[in-house]
């Protein structure tokens, strides 16, 4: 009941970002000259469909096409988006769906359903596994059964626990050890926080006075709009203060969304912090330098990019869409305008759009 109240208020939001984004046109026509490889693109499968799908089902998505038509297709659908806005290669991942992460049996198969869906066409598709992180040691040996047996380039699943147990607990070293061994990247994605942060008055994103503003509000700020990107940003800062990446010091993670505000908090939480304040025998910017990579997944301004363009190692950067939530469009239209705007050189240029994701994920 919690996510389809959730959806039925996500329903709303991206029915009138459709309406904005039928406004700029359909786009550009098929591009033959294929370049992006993108991260955080994603899908459901038939184990982790969810039923908070149900009331999307008449709504628009961003993409031109009904939610779960899209969110649920490997085929031409998702070929014709890819080819029109120039990507190459999609990194398909589970979207949020956090059933899987309490049901081994459940993650197994819609990664195994994964691997079928993309054994077609594994020029255009690459996979992360999903894990069922709420038993550590499972989701350990899940991770090396799709990268060793699938072929899968890492993994990428929700942030947190329904509960609100982040990763950082002794019980997920075994865990933390495994993807190190394996030198595969973890990327932590945002979900969603408890349902009483929006619908209780005073809740941390709910109005604090009823009718003081739109509940859609307090889902945009709780969700994609602020809350889910402080919170991946600070489960990073979590398994940093834990000692993690001293104990693991190849470990490799992903941050979406421009870094989940990191870049933008890094000097201060790095004085702020400190080492005598955590578990860690390195500096935070040490570690951000070591064991941290970015995409642009939804975040199409450069304004930020600028930011991270000035704290951020360029071999650390990398395009990503965020399909089918964000407009393929617009990300093609930001990599055009970061081309011509003498912020990167041509060289720079093509790393952040596909070289060092082929670098990190040893894909073509």
């Not at 038509?69 to 659908?77: A, K, M, N, S």
């Not at 990507?87 to 949020?96: D, E």
């Not at 990107?229 to 001293?246: E, M, N, T």
């Not at 469009?329 to 720079?348: H, I, N, Q, W």
Request: glycine fraction near 8%; aromatic fraction near 10%.
């Amino acid at each position: 009941m919690m996510l389809i109240r959730w959806a039925s208020l996500l329903a709303t939001i991206l029915n009138l970002e459709t309406v904005a984004s039928s406004r700029e046109g359909r786009g550009p026509k098929p591009n033959d000259s294929l370049v992006y490889i993108a991260l955080e693109e994603h899908w459901y499968s038939p184990s982790l469909s969810d039923p908070s799908l149900a009331p999307l089902s008449a709504t628009l998505s961003r993409q031109g096409g009904r939610l779960p038509d899209i969110i649920t297709e490997v085929g031409p659908i998702r070929l014709a988006n890819m080819t029109a806005h120039r990507v190459r290669k999609q990194i398909i991942s589970h979207a949020s769906a956090p059933a899987g992460l309490e049901r081994p049996d459940l993650a197994r198969a819609a990664n195994d359903e994964l691997a079928k869906a993309i054994a077609g066409n594994t020029e255009r598709f690459a996979g992360f596994a999903f894990l069922p992180m709420t038993y550590p040691e499972l989701a350990a040996a899940e991770l090396e059964r799709c990268v060793k047996n699938l072929g899968f380039v890492g993994a990428l699943f929700d942030n947190h626990l329904a509960n609100g147990t982040y990763f950082d607990g002794e019980a997920y070293r075994p865990f933390w050890a495994k993807a190190a061994a394996l030198g595969v990247p973890i990327y932590l994605h945002p979900t969603w926080p408890s349902e009483t942060t929006f619908t209780r008055v005073g809740g941390a994103y709910a109005p604090s006075a009823p009718g003081s503003f739109p509940m859609t509000g307090a889902l945009i700020m709780g969700g994609s709009g602020w809350g889910w990107h402080q919170d991946a940003g600070l489960h990073f800062l979590r398994l940093y203060a834990a000692g993690i990446f001293d104990e693991f010091p190849t470990l490799k993670v992903i941050l979406g969304h421009n870094g989940e505000m990191v870049p933008f908090m890094l000097d201060r939480t790095n004085v702020l912090l400190g080492t005598h304040n955590t578990r860690a025998k390195t500096s935070l910017v040490q570690t951000y330098k070591r064991n941290i990579w970015l995409t642009t997944s939804g975040m199409f301004s450069l304004d930020p990019l600028a930011t991270m363009l000035r704290n951020t190692a360029i071999d650390r950067i990398m395009y990503s869409i965020d399909y089918p939530f964000s407009n393929s469009k617009a990300g093609d239209d930001f990599m055009k305008k970061l081309e011509c705007s003498g912020l990167v050189t041509r060289t720079e240029w093509e790393m952040i759009a596909y070289g060092n994701a082929q670098k990190l994920l040893n894909v073509t």
